[in-house]
């Protein structure tokens, strides 16, 4: 079954600097999806960015972007120019391509602070 | 707004009850997801429903149920409700294709007293 590790429970950042939050997954397909969610105060789920895995180019929207290392099996998020509406819990999640398993699997979130 | 809606937003019972929740998907998409999540926890996938079908299933008790009606909306019901149940329970729709991405409703948060 596919896993999904986020090893840091929080992280902190300086308004405007850099953040990058790790995730790492295991599973035996070749072909699936990989996701970063943002869930505010709100606790509405919004997707950040997606990655094919078959794609080799990261991903970027805007100030985010991935660095994504198949073979490694890790997907990491850089947030650029931190923005004090960037804290929020961020969760990575992997989907499968197969079968009828296409739910998402997700980690179990890095909670991220921005500090002014 | 992803488009998605829940009802209701917030639900307080008691143990042993029994509760319904609501899900109705975005216009066109056939697949439903339904997950939990507990206090300060990921989310765990409980059913998934496509074009009115069980397709998966993830770590649902047996006293959760839930079903996908003709018009695509989704009820998740819980019953012999237990104080560990209360929870945020989310509702997610996709098109068909797995590359595409899970939109989430606003959630359904749970109490049970």
């Known amino acids: 079954a596919q896993t999904v590790t986020q090893s840091q429970p929080e992280m902190s950042v300086q308004e405007a600097e850099t953040v990058t939050l790790s995730c790492t997954y295991d599973?035996?397909?070749?072909?699936?999806?990989l996701f970063w969610y943002k869930q505010p105060p709100s606790r509405q789920m919004i997707l950040v960015i997606r990655q094919e895995a078959y794609k080799q180019q990261n991903a970027t929207e805007n100030r985010f972007s991935v660095n994504f290392q198949k073979a490694a099996k890790s997907f990491s998020l850089k947030i650029s120019d931190s923005q004090l509406g960037d804290a929020a819990m961020y969760f990575c999640?992997?989907?499968?391509?197969?079968?009828?398993?296409?739910?998402?699997?997700f980690g179990a979130g890095t909670r991220l602070t921005v500090k002014p | 707004d992803s488009g998605v809606t829940q009802t209701p937003k917030h639900l307080i019972t008691a143990t042993g009850q029994r509760v319904t929740l609501r899900c109705s998907p975005r216009?066109?998409?056939?697949?439903v997801y339904w997950y939990q999540q507990s206090l300060d926890q990921g989310l765990q996938f409980l059913i998934q429903y496509y074009n009115g079908e069980e397709r998966a299933k993830g770590n649902i008790l047996e006293r959760f149920s839930a079903q996908q009606f003709p018009d695509l909306h989704s009820e998740l019901n819980l019953s012999s409700l237990e104080l560990g149940d209360s929870a945020l329970y989310f509702c997610?729709?996709?098109?068909?294709?797995?590359?595409?991405?899970?939109?989430f409703g606003p959630g359904t948060r749970l109490t049970v007293l």
């Open positions: 999640a992997y989907r499968s391509e197969l079968g009828n398993n296409n739910d998402m699997r």
């Open positions: 997610a729709s996709s098109e068909r294709l797995a590359r595409n991405e899970q939109f």
């Open positions: 216009s066109g998409d056939l697949s």
């Open positions: 599973t035996s397909e070749s072909d699936y999806y």
